[in-house]
């Protein structure tokens, strides 16, 4: 399982979020496009390779042509346009969020409704396109979850439209609750901005697992630059280390869902994080037939799964217990069956050097079957040989 992790030791904003995603391989093009996809005439994107404390950085400022002066959006205009915007319904229903969020927290402190808050054009501008580029790197970087490490928040004062106010300000602080906070770090002033705080609550699922193997990093530079430190985010792409840890499963047993809605069902959990999802038949009370369902999931997005299986299914009551799971240290290799046609394959590692077992994936044989006209139990056997010859060659 390969899964992002949030490292804000010195804060997070929208722009340094958008830099270390272009930085761990996010295309610069995909941005570069973003403002005219969601209708953003105008608006320019500047990339720039930048050192922030000696570490190499990706900066992205947008230029946005001047505006009138009083020009305005409310938060609620906001929404209404990520609705409408060609982005999939994982990141739109994030990015709805995001915003919402932000409503609620700059109407609790200036004591209007949420969607009547206002952001000034530039801003507003510049939040769609921190938010909606956010959220849309990170589902193009191909992470199957997404933790945080503590938030940094700043010390001191910083200057806002009303006067000084104490960092984090009372907006950037509503968002951050429920968040684990760092203090008492070396930024001097705002770390987190508003935007920054909101991305975290929707696209994190809390700390990190506690096992993980590093994969690959990248920084995204905030604007100032500071001597004492590097300002800038840092994600962590890793790779879950399932070889042994804790998971939390999950149960409920239904006699009042049809069958055929067990797929979808299966789907939406797994999409939620769920490592496996198994179901069979059960005798119920009155001698009702149903059918249990059993997940489990990580720890860290075990709330999340249980909200899925409540949403998907017609259960009232789901049990949960802590297990210990031993599993295969594992990876992935992928290989060619033709030059067009491509099928991952899972190498498990087994112990006392025992040598390795290998595993095509499912629907990657599938879509190879379909594709060559082949059966695919034919195209598995392929995919296993090759693997298996990749795998020796490498370690020759």
Not at 35 to 61: F, I, M
Request: hydrophobic share 45%; glycine share 10%; net charge negative.
């Amino acid at each position: 399982m390969r899964i992002a992790i949030l490292d804000p030791a010195a804060g997070i904003s929208g722009d340094m979020t958008l830099g270390a995603l272009l930085a761990l391989g996010v295309p610069q093009t995909w941005l570069e496009g973003l403002p005219a996809r969601l209708g953003l005439t105008g608006v320019g994107v500047a990339v720039r390779d930048v050192v922030r404390s000696g570490v190499a950085c990706k900066q992205v400022e947008f230029t946005i042509p001047d505006q009138p002066p009083g020009g305005a959006r409310h938060v609620g205009e906001l929404v209404r346009l990520v609705e409408k915007a060609p982005v999939s319904e994982w990141v739109k229903e994030r990015a709805v969020r995001a915003f919402r969020l932000i409503g609620e927290a700059e109407g609790r402190v200036h004591g209007v409704a949420p969607e009547r808050v206002h952001l000034h054009e530039v801003g507003a501008v510049d939040a769609i396109l921190d938010i909606v580029g956010a959220i849309e790197g990170f589902e193009r970087l191909g992470v199957e979850a997404i933790y945080t490490l503590p938030v940094a928040v700043g010390n001191g004062w910083v200057d806002a439209a009303h006067g000084r106010l104490p960092v984090p300000a009372p907006a950037t602080a509503l968002l951050l609750e429920g968040l684990e906070v760092a203090t008492g770090g070396p930024v001097e002033g705002e770390a987190t901005t508003p935007t920054g705080a909101a991305l975290v609550r929707v696209l994190a699922a809390g700390p990190p697992p506690r096992q993980w193997r590093l994969v690959k990093g990248g920084w995204g530079a905030g604007q100032r630059d500071p001597s004492h430190y590097p300002n800038a985010l840092r994600i962590l792409v890793a790779e879950q280390a399932a070889e042994a840890g804790r998971v939390v499963l999950l149960a409920s047993d239904l006699d009042d869902m049809s069958p055929e809605y067990v797929e979808p069902l299966r789907q939406a959990l797994v999409a939620e994080g769920a490592l496996d999802v198994q179901t069979w038949p059960v005798q119920m009370k009155k001698g009702r037939s149903g059918f249990r369902v059993e997940v489990m999931a990580p720890e860290g997005l075990a709330e999340r799964v249980t909200a899925a299986l409540f949403r998907h299914s017609t259960t009232a009551g789901v049990r949960r217990w802590v297990a210990e799971r031993a599993t295969l240290a594992r990876r992935q290799v992928t290989v060619q069956i033709t030059p067009e046609v491509a099928v991952r394959v899972k190498v498990l590692e087994q112990p006392d050097a025992a040598g390795v077992r290998v595993k095509p994936e499912y629907d990657d044989v599938l879509a190879a079957a379909r594709a060559l006209g082949r059966p695919p139990l034919e195209v598995a056997r392929v995919a296993e040989r090759d693997a298996e010859a990749l795998v020796a060659k490498s370690k020759e």
